[in-house]
């Protein structure tokens, strides 16, 4: 059965670093455009990042840029999120999630995306 599974999440200080893992098993992620998404209690899912399969190009949103990296390594199926100078604003659930294979290009919208992660809880605060 095809599954995502994020990892890497925890409690940091302001200013602090993380770096989330979403693996797969069951299919291959280099065939996905992949993102990465967080939501907290009462407000929508937001797209964070993301990266296509065609050609690794990326997309990040703008309350992140300059902080947050996505990257992929394809011979261990799994795509990172690198979180750098965290604030407590960026306290969520992280989701990864997976687009059709119709889709090689990347987006920030979620609901373009067809398969997801459990999520992981990251926690900024002093």
């Known amino acids: 059965q095809a599954q995502l599974v994020e990892s890497g999440g925890g409690l940091v200080q302001p200013g602090g670093s993380l770096r989330l893992s979403c693996s797969a098993s069951?299919?291959?992620?280099?065939?996905?455009?992949m993102g990465w998404f967080r939501q907290v209690p009462g407000k929508e899912r937001e797209g964070v990042a993301c990266?296509?399969?065609?050609?690794?190009?990326?997309g990040v949103a703008d309350s992140v840029k300059g902080r947050f990296t996505i990257s992929r390594d394809n011979a261990k199926n799994t795509v990172y999120l690198q979180m750098n100078s965290l604030k407590p604003e960026d306290t969520a659930v992280y989701y990864c999630?997976?687009?059709?294979?119709?889709?090689?290009?990347?987006?920030?919208?979620?609901?373009?995306?067809?398969?997801w992660g459990q999520g992981t809880q990251v926690t900024v605060s002093s």
């Open positions: 999630a997976a687009r059709s294979l119709m889709f090689r290009h990347c987006v920030l919208d979620p609901s373009e995306y067809d398969y």
């Open positions: 069951g299919f291959t992620l280099d065939y996905f455009a």
């Open positions: 990266i296509s399969s065609s050609d690794d190009n990326t």
